[in-house]
């Protein structure tokens, strides 16, 4: 359906509202009754006149015959700590419209548009307050679009209703066929744009498609319910998602934004001080390599004795945690309705003797649930089972949804999920229990409201290389430029042993080692894993990069990027700073002025490099450690290898006068 916005016709009414340092502006514009908004940045457009409005199964849209009927305005200037994250300070600084609509005639509806304008970006959307002429509806289209200024290059992630585990793939605009969010563009003037959503909480999620007779525009596709024709279930009052464009001049930019987060309620957890992020290893790469079985029997991964074999490796290396997955029974009717029960551990695998092993040691245990797509019953099943995990003393647990999701025709990403991953956090927060969600619904900032949603897959992650043709050496420079946009990912970095001959001779990681380090800071997951088997680490240098790594930051910077080409991101954690860069399947030489350090102060500078002859698919386990001494007014030379990466910690040198 295509609604001529711009046809000539005088515009009855406009409302506008710039950032606070003036540069982008929104305006809401009523032509003939029917609503619009465009945003533009220093006076040029980003979004042209593109439609908002709704369309019911039973009630009539919800699209014109609009006036004005009452205008607000606000400013926001806040600043907050969160949890965990990228920063330990964030400014939420913006101004903000909302705009009441109310239909002429008989029936009077009313919708409020509400936009929120920040210096890197905007958020918009629509209010339905409670009101005579609207009580409970059906949404089957969210007429929202987004008619960009020209046929921008995008990097985009197919519009599966199930699954975020895609590669990206780099189009025009005009060859995008269907996107998940966020959706990553640049203009042909090197303007970087995002467009997602935030605080998604009793919605569909949405997705976006090429708006037919429209060029260069995409219009919002909320997932549907099993109908293939209700999207929301909805009543009055009702807000939507925000719907988000994140506008930077870098790629940097939009990294550094958390326009996200700000979008979202402040921390409704009173006492955070049982969250806490958490560096972990795991009985999991092995179950992926085939080394080790999920289910019972010879090769069983989850037993007390190996549990025990990777308390001892995190306690010898200092890490916080360790995840075991295959420790409950149920993975022998995998697919079968009702498989898991969460709380009977296999016979050869005790709970508490592994818990208890593990606390005399400092190591956290990361419980699992695997769902296998069966949240119609984990919901029956959750409350005991994180009753069992509260008893035995494990705080943080793994959930999974790898499958189609009972209630049948349910998606990943529709209504009815999204509620219920909602409902898992929530009685996880009553229970003082931190998430790490796979195959959830993207993150759109709800970690500032529930700080124990701590990281998610959603993300083709590092399994992919285990068992299929895997991730080739660009996903990882898409990744922080798109997905992660979002907030964190459990891609699970670290492999060592990056060919794994002895289990899988035709699969490989596609990176060099230096790389797998690197991603230690260009990911951001407040829980990281360390991901590889114990014996590949024990007694290898390397490692020692990822015992100093922590797994939150004070601040970021992007120090360099293209998209899908190469990334050097530095993050400070207290007075030490660390820098990360990757490159694609392209070697190159970067020239990174260490700037960021602070000016007058010397620091050790411990480096991780690619080996002369390192190449991902050749030499990719060839790394050269060195230590050098750096100030603020020196650059530093990233030889990267094909495939390869950098990695380095940056730690003042305190002089004695
Ligand atoms: C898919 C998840 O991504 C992976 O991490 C997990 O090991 C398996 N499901 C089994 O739960
Ligand atoms: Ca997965």
């Not at 709704?54 to 849209?61: A, E, S």
């Not at 209630?407 to 790490?436: C, N, S």
């Not at 407040?526 to 004070?554: H, K, S």
């Not at 399947?585 to 020239?591: A, C, D, I, S, V």
Request: hydrophobic share 35%; aromatic share 10%; with cysteine.
């Amino acid at each position: 359906m295509t609604t001529a916005l711009n046809s000539g016709a005088t515009p009855t009414a406009t409302e506008a509202v710039s950032s606070p340092d003036g540069r982008i502006e929104a305006v809401l514009v009523l032509t003939a009754g029917r609503p619009a908004y465009s945003i533009s940045y220093d006076g040029r457009p980003v979004i042209e006149p593109s439609t908002l409005g709704f369309r019911f199964k039973d009630d009539p849209p919800l699209l014109g015959g609009f006036v004005i009927d009452a205008v607000e305005r606000a400013t926001v200037d806040e600043t907050w700590k969160p949890v965990w994250g990228s920063a330990s300070e964030i400014r939420n600084h913006c101004n903000e419209l909302a705009v009441r609509l109310k239909e002429e005639g008989a029936a009077e509806r009313v919708m409020t548009v509400v936009f929120r304008v920040f210096d890197d970006g905007v958020g918009f959307r629509c209010v339905l307050p409670e009101q005579p002429g609207l009580g409970t509806f059906d949404i089957v289209s969210e007429e929202t679009t987004f008619r960009f200024a020209g046929d921008h290059t995008v990097w985009w992630n197919r519009n599966d209703y199930d699954s975020y585990e895609h590669l990206f793939r780099e189009t025009p605009l005009s060859a995008v066929e269907g996107a998940n969010t966020p959706v990553t563009m640049v203009t042909a003037e090197g303007l970087c744009l995002s467009i997602h959503e935030a605080n998604l909480t009793d919605y569909s999620g949405m997705t976006l498609v090429p708006e037919e007779g429209v060029p260069n525009s995409l219009a919002a596709e909320l997932v549907p319910w099993p109908d293939g024709v209700t999207c929301v279930l909805g009543s009055t009052p009702l807000v939507t998602p925000w719907r988000t464009i994140q506008i930077g001049e870098r790629p940097g930019d939009l990294v550094e934004s958390h326009l996200i987060q700000n979008l979202n309620e402040p921390c409704v957890i009173e006492d955070t001080s049982w969250i806490r992020p958490m560096k972990y290893a795991g009985i999991w790469w092995s179950l992926h390599i085939g080394k080790e079985s999920w289910h019972e029997g010879p090769t069983h991964g989850a037993t007390t004795e190996n549990a025990r074999r990777y308390i001892d490796f995190a306690a010898g290396h200092g890490l916080d945690a360790i995840l075991i997955e295959g420790w409950n029974t149920g993975w022998d009717r995998w697919g079968a309705r009702g498989a898991f029960d969460y709380i009977t551990p296999y016979d050869d695998f005790d709970l508490e003797e592994v818990v208890r092993y593990g606390r005399e040691r400092n190591v956290a245990i990361i419980g699992h649930h695997e769902t296998g797509g069966d949240a119609a019953d984990y919901e029956t099943r959750v409350d005991t089972a994180f009753d069992l995990y509260n008893r035995v003393g494990i705080n943080a647990v793994k959930t999974g949804y790898a499958g189609s999701i009972y209630p049948r025709g349910q998606h990943h990403h529709g209504q009815w999920m999204v509620f219920h991953y909602r409902t898992i956090l929530e009685k996880a927060a009553a229970k003082r229990i931190m998430l790490d969600v796979h195959e959830p619904i993207k993150p759109t900032g709800i970690s500032r409201t529930y700080p124990n949603m701590m990281t998610r897959e959603g993300v083709r992650g590092m399994e992919y290389n285990a068992w299929s043709e895997g991730n080739p050496p660009e996903h990882t420079t898409i990744l922080p430029f798109t997905r992660m946009l979002a907030g964190p990912l459990d891609y699970t970095p670290g492999i060592f042993d990056l060919t794994f001959d002895e289990y899988k001779p035709d699969n490989q990681v596609h990176t060099t080692l230096a790389k797998q380090l690197a991603l230690y800071v260009v990911l951001l997951s407040p829980l990281q894993m360390a991901a590889d088997l114990p014996e590949n680490y024990e007694g290898n240098p390397a490692f020692e990069f990822i015992e100093r790594v922590p797994c939150t930051w004070d601040e970021t910077r992007v120090l360099d990027a293209a998209i899908g080409d190469y990334v050097v991101i530095a993050r400070r954690s207290g007075a030490g700073w660390y820098l990360g860069g990757i490159t694609d399947e392209e070697g190159r030489t970067l020239q990174v002025s260490l700037d960021f350090l602070a000016a007058g102060m010397h620091y050790d500078a411990r480096i991780f490099r690619d080996g002369t002859d390192a190449h991902w698919e050749t030499g990719p386990a060839s790394v050269d450690i060195s230590t050098v001494n750096v100030g603020a007014q020196d650059t530093m030379t990233l030889e990267l290898a094909p495939g390869g990466g950098a990695a380095a910690h940056f730690t003042p040198v305190i002089t004695e006068e």
